[in-house]
């Protein structure tokens, strides 16, 4: 499994079509991390700035269409060379960004 963090509104806008954020055209891939641990703390680094619902969507490798290649040497940080088809999806998580804590994930409740 592995994860990819997207604003809530980015995730819902086509929910139709594959993901394709614009990391993929500027960089040619999306960026994800290998575990909760790493989504947790590029959460906390990159993102407590940004307003709005944060997702982390849960990604099967196995399922997704697009390749899937290692963004560094630990692992921690695999790069998927196209867009995230939906049918990969085994969860969607909320980020929790709680100001004097860490990050944390939890079920994703659409409406709420």
């Given amino acids: ?7 809530l509104a980015d995730w819902a806008a086509a929910p139709g079509l594959a993901y394709a954020p614009p990391s993929l055209a500027s960089e040619g891939f999306v960026h994800c991390s290998a575990d909760r641990p790493t989504v947790l703390a590029i959460a906390d680094a990159h993102y ?9 969507v849960e990604l099967d490798e196995a399922a997704l269409t697009a390749d899937v290649r290692e963004g560094d040497s630990e692992g921690r940080y695999p790069h998927v060379h196209g867009p995230l088809n939906r049918e990969a999806v085994i969860r969607v998580w ?10 944390s994930l939890a079920p994703w409740q659409p409406g709420t």
Wanted: no cysteine; net charge positive.
């Fill in 1 to 7: 499994m592995i994860f990819h963090i997207v604003p």
């Fill in 48 to 56: 407590r700035g940004v307003r709005g619902t944060l997702l982390a």
């Fill in 94 to 103: 909320e980020v929790i960004r709680t100001p004097g804590s860490p990050a």
